[in-house]
């Protein structure tokens, strides 16, 4: 049966997200292997690959939110916002006590708008933007709106800063080392970063790469994988009887009387427990968004 499911990897430093997606691609032979939330090079913790039919789920994944550990050096400006970029300005920053950085902080909880860094991979008339400020083109990043839903200073010892950050999606922490250094009057940078948390997935629920070596090349790897509804535990759940089900599958609305918001999204099964799809409210009914299952779901998988 064709692999369907969700890989929970503890990215180490030095790989580029899209390393690891070829890795896993290569080593087990599943052809269809993305991720959620692309992680700097430099960067380490979870990143999360969507295999096979999973895959189909990925853009609930990349809403979620995340949590990350970020140290920020002050005192240190760069091009890139973080230490793998080339220095602008250095100035001693020991001056900058912790009641001042928390005062600072207080400024980016919530909804804000946030300047993304010009050497990120958001794409400006239809080019990556660090490739144009790589070449040395002047990049003017247009504010885009973020949240910080707690963001907490785990140590001071200055000048590094270790921060716990939770936040939505689209967050760029480099943007917040330098905006921060910016609000305190002496710059800073990005030293150091390590995503704990993807949605539901902790850095706990990780498997590193060399572990992940071993188990791809006796074929045990496949005990890692999360169910790929486990991306959407946090929505209701219908079960389908018989007659919905078979209305599901040949692309009619299921006839469901549970009430819900306007745009509300929902999983559903069937009575015997098969993920079949995911509904979104409209108007008065639960129109189907994502099918997963198909009538021929018993002969071969449709991944």
């Excluded at 049966?1 to 691609?25: C, E, Q």
């Excluded at 509804?229 to 599901?248: I, K, P, Q």
């Amino acid at each position: 049966m064709p692999v369907s499911g969700i890989l929970v990897i503890d990215k180490p430093p030095g790989w580029t997200s899209f390393d690891v997606v070829a890795f896993v691609r290569g080593r087990s032979g599943v052809k269809r292997v993305g991720h959620a939330g692309t992680l700097d090079p430099a960067a380490t913790g979870v990143l999360t690959l969507l295999m096979g039919t999973a895959t189909r789920l990925t853009e609930y994944l990349v809403d979620a939110g995340k949590r990350y550990t970020a140290t920020v050096e002050l005192g240190v400006e760069t091009d890139t916002y973080d230490r793998d970029g080339a220095v602008i300005s250095e100035v001693d920053a020991s001056q900058i006590t912790q009641a001042q950085v928390e005062a600072a902080l207080s400024a980016f909880k919530g909804n804000l708008m946030q300047v993304p860094p010009a050497y990120s991979a958001i794409k400006r008339a239809g080019e990556a933007s660090y490739k144009a400020a790589r070449r040395g083109d002047a990049v003017a990043m247009e504010p885009r709106p973020v949240r910080i839903d707690d963001i907490t200073v785990i140590s001071y010892e200055p000048p590094f800063l270790t921060l716990d950050v939770q936040c939505g999606k689209g967050f760029y922490v480099r943007s917040l080392a330098h905006d921060l250094g910016a609000s305190l009057g002496v710059g800073g940078t990005l030293a150091a970063l390590r995503r704990t948390r993807v949605g539901a997935f902790d850095v706990e629920h990780a498997v590193d790469l060399e572990t992940l070596r071993a188990e791809l090349d006796d074929g045990s790897w496949q005990g890692r994988l999360w169910a790929p509804d486990e991306v959407l535990l946090g929505l209701r759940a219908a079960v389908l009887a018989d007659t919905n089900r078979a209305r599901l599958l040949v692309g009619l609305d299921p006839q469901i009387d549970a009430q819900g918001a306007a745009d509300e999204r929902c999983r559903a099964y069937d009575a015997s427990g098969e993920f079949l799809a995911v509904l979104r409210h409209e108007g008065q009914r639960w129109r189907p968004e994502k099918v997963f299952a198909s009538p021929a779901q018993d002969e071969a998988d449709p991944a």
